[in-house]
């Protein structure tokens, strides 16, 4: 489809800035490989002067304008921010959809989310009014001690591909509900909407520097936010453990707060007496949503022996009615990966699967009809050993690995044989077996009967090599607070300790 890229520069200070060093990166639409437009390319320089903007902007007039206003102030803002997105929806549907590939039907939800997550978190701001002061309960009469909660200052926001603006907005609505500025830096793969959100906080009249947006490549715009010495915390969504360990070292040289969501290898749990059809539908939901490039994916199936192969001859004849197309065209399921380098780290996941011995039931290739664009058939895989890099590794793509179980131990025991703990969803019938595998699921988030579906009012995070640190929900706000205790002594008594002179 032919729908103009705008053509952006740095979001800073409230102003539209080139980049220093006045360079750009080409903007690659990955349903046909070509390029429509570019971003521009941020390096340390701009990040400079992006971190100065905030700082300004968290301190101006002794933070009466942003950090120091009341909850139900800074509302009104994210509630514009939300009418705004809803009033423009269409418009960030359609740029969502080019630059990432994400099919149509999606990206409207996401977009209908971004809105949502402003308008909950305005909510969650008007409610910290109400916590300020806090009560605290004290064993001595005459000590009286309360609560603040105070924005954090600066933070640095660093979010991915797979769902630009809505994972943006995961971190840019609990930041500024708390009173923060922050410092964005989008994935250089999908930036285009983010960019277009620094018009909305314009419309919208947001205090120049509360929101800065650097687009540009990892080592040279988000490198040099983590290690500011003046940003004052980092949030990070979504990357790989070793990308997280950098963050965190450099994070670690100032005792620098950190919130890490490193990705997963989330597994499906399907016991005997399930409906095998809705559960085999929600099993590729789980896996094959936003092209396969989810965080969370279910990606591991673990199917009890007695129907497992009645289960997977259904997913099989399921996914091969998956409509593979332009993500415009109507009724599109799945789309293209996001890149190039994607495409190619995904086939050799299935390429090595199947040289290490595993069958590659259904899928494994491009679809024969397109001939351009980063597609890969939706892939189901079998005779699965534990010692396989499909088993143990995150693919990021639209491919699940099958292997079977014959008790609920054993089907535990698999579950949590993986460095990672993001998420984990169990179909049963018996819903006391669904509590005692939720509870011995070493995961942030469990889904029963279901998979995938994510709320803003419920917190999201991982265990274990997934990271730590809570996002939406009230816990989203509390990552961008710092508390504080302050007691007064209320009697007319002298305290004494000494004695008196």
Same mark, same amino acid.
């Given at each position: ?305 007695? !129907?497992?192969? /009645?289960? @997977?001859?259904?997913? #099989?004849?399921?996914? =091969?009615?998956?409509?593979?197309? *332009?993500?415009?065209? &109507? ?58 890099? !499909?088993?143990? /590794?995150? @693919?990021?793509?639209? #491919?699940?690995?099958? =292997?079977?179980?014959?008790?609920? *131990?054993?089907?535990? &025991? ?77 009697? *007319? ?9």
């Amino acid at each position: 489809m032919a729908f103009p890229i705008p053509v952006r520069q740095l979001f800073i200070d409230g102003e539209w800035r080139e980049p220093l060093l006045k360079n750009r990166i080409p903007i690659i639409n990955p349903s046909t490989e070509e390029i429509i437009g570019d971003i521009p390319a941020a390096t340390a320089e701009d990040v400079e002067v992006a971190v100065v903007a905030a700082r300004k902007a968290f301190k101006r007039n002794k933070g009466r304008d942003w950090a120091a206003t009341s909850g139900a102030h800074r509302a009104r803002y994210l509630r514009a921010i939300a009418a705004k997105i809803t009033e423009r929806k269409d418009h960030f549907v359609k740029l969502e959809t080019l630059d990432s590939g994400k099919p149509l039907d999606e990206a409207v939800l996401d977009i209908d989310d971004v809105a949502t997550c402003f308008e909950y978190f305005a909510g969650q701001a008007e409610a910290l009014d109400a916590k300020q002061k806090a009560p605290v309960t004290l064993p001595m009469d005459r000590f009286k001690s309360h609560v603040l909660r105070q924005p954090i200052g600066v933070v640095g926001l660093i979010s991915p591909w797979n769902y630009p603006l809505l994972m943006a907005t995961w971190k840019i609505a609990p930041a500024l509900a708390a009173g923060c500025t922050a410092v964005l830096k989008p994935s250089e793969l999908a930036s285009v909407t983010c960019l277009e959100f620094g018009e909305v906080c314009n419309e919208v009249g947001l205090p120049p520097g509360v929101l800065n947006i650097l687009t540009g490549l990892g080592p040279d715009a988000g490198a040099p936010i983590v290690s500011h010495p003046d940003i004052d915390k980092i949030a990070f969504f979504t990357g790989s453990s070793a990308t997280g360990s950098k963050i965190m070292a450099s994070a670690a040289q100032l005792v620098k707060r950190v919130t890490l969501e490193l990705g997963g290898k989330s597994p499906v749990i399907m016991f005997e007496d399930i409906d095998i059809e809705t559960a085999v539908e929600w099993t590729l939901f789980g896996v094959f949503w936003t092209n396969g490039q989810i965080c969370s994916a279910t990606s591991r199936l673990l199917v009890h022996e007695s !129907i497992a192969a /009645e289960f @997977v001859d259904r997913m #099989v004849k399921w996914t =091969k009615n998956i409509k593979i197309s *332009d993500p415009f065209e &109507e009724g599109c399921r799945l789309g293209p990966v996001i890149s190039k380098g994607q495409y190619d780290k995904i086939m050799k996941f299935i390429s090595t699967a199947k040289s290490e011995g595993a069958t590659i039931l259904c899928g494994g290739s491009r679809p024969e009809h397109l001939k351009k664009g980063y597609y890969i058939e939706p892939t189901i895989i079998t005779d699965i050993t534990t010692s396989m890099q !499909i088993w143990k /590794e995150e @693919v990021f793509g639209p #491919v699940i690995c099958v =292997k079977t179980f014959s008790t609920e *131990d054993e089907a535990i &025991e698999l579950a949590n044989d993986t460095e990672y703990g993001l998420a984990g969803a169990v179909f049963s019938k018996d819903l006391e077996r669904c509590e005692r595998v939720t509870k011995a699921l070493e995961v942030g988030a469990v889904w029963v009967n279901c998979s995938q579906p994510c709320f803003v009012h419920a917190p999201w995070g991982g265990v274990k090599r997934s990271g730590f640190g809570r996002e939406l929900g009230e816990w989203g706000i509390e990552n961008y607070l710092n508390i504080k205790q302050v007691t007064s002594d209320i009697s *007319d008594e002298p305290w004494g300790w000494y004695k008196s002179p």
